[in-house]
């Protein structure tokens, strides 16, 4: 059954670092998110992507935050200097399209930042 | 702000039992319904998805969607100690600005014990 795979499964960083997590969506698919759940939080959205560029974002999502597709099949989330506060599970996923699909999650990466 | 809104529980059944999850929504606006199912420290796992008003039933499971009372929930049959994870409700609401974001409820913790 096709996925969505996310490296790394686990990052630990210093705060100020930047991270870039990494997340191959279904090939098939054309809408691509990122969202968070910080520990013991509700899931939440951060961005949303289509046609090569962010097509709604979130309060969270400010401009520390960015995604990218950088080829074909590679979606990205940049967090370019970390706080301790972005310490959460960031999960990327994908939908064929905006309505009527299901949103399929990949495993997650864990990011700890201290 | 759109709100999904859960009972956090936890709720806990013995096993065989059946499991009623709730959760409301506030958005008129929102066009599909999702259960997810999350363990501790995984991805969400889509469990069902329901668009129109009514029951959708699916093995064990069958969702049940009042969109005048702003109302869906998940029961569970002959529920198992497996089926034991936290529950989260989620609402997409397609169209306009939105490009079929997810707004996720807080979640439920169930526990099957045997």
């Known amino acids: 059954e096709p996925e969505v795979t996310q490296t790394p499964s686990h990052q630990v960083t210093q705060m100020g670092q930047e991270v870039i997590l990494r997340c191959v969506p279904i090939?098939?698919?054309?809408?691509f998110y990122w969202y968070r759940q910080i520990l013991g939080q509700k899931v939440e959205f951060l961005v949303s992507?289509?046609?090569?560029?962010?097509?709604?974002k979130s309060e969270i999502f400010d401009d520390q935050f960015s995604v990218e597709r950088p080829d074909g099949s590679n979606f990205t989330l940049k967090i370019r200097s970390t706080k301790l506060e972005d310490s959460a599970m960031y999960f990327c996923?994908?939908?064929?399209?905006?309505?009527?699909?299901?949103?399929?999650f990949g495993e997650g990466s864990w990011l700890t930042v201290v | 702000q759109k709100e999904v809104e859960q009972n956090s529980g936890p709720l806990s059944v013995p096993e065989g039992a059946i499991a009623s999850l709730n959760c409301t929504y506030s958005d008129r606006g929102s066009q599909s319904f999702f259960w997810y199912r999350q363990y501790s420290g995984k991805s969400p796992e889509l469990i069902m998805s329901?668009?129109?008003?009514g029951d959708k039933e699916d093995g064990r499971f069958t969702a049940q969607l009042n969109k005048a009372s702003q109302y869906v929930s998940l029961l569970i049959r002959d529920s198992q100690p497996s089926d034991s994870a936290t529950y989260l409700c989620a609402v997409r609401n397609a169209g306009g600005t939105s490009y079929g974001k997810l707004t996720f409820g807080q979640g439920t913790i169930l526990t099957v014990h045997p």
């Open positions: 992507f289509y046609n090569n560029e962010i097509s709604e």
């Open positions: 329901i668009y129109s008003n």
């Open positions: 996923a994908s939908s064929e399209a905006s309505s009527g699909n299901t949103i399929y």
């Open positions: 090939s098939n698919h054309l809408y």
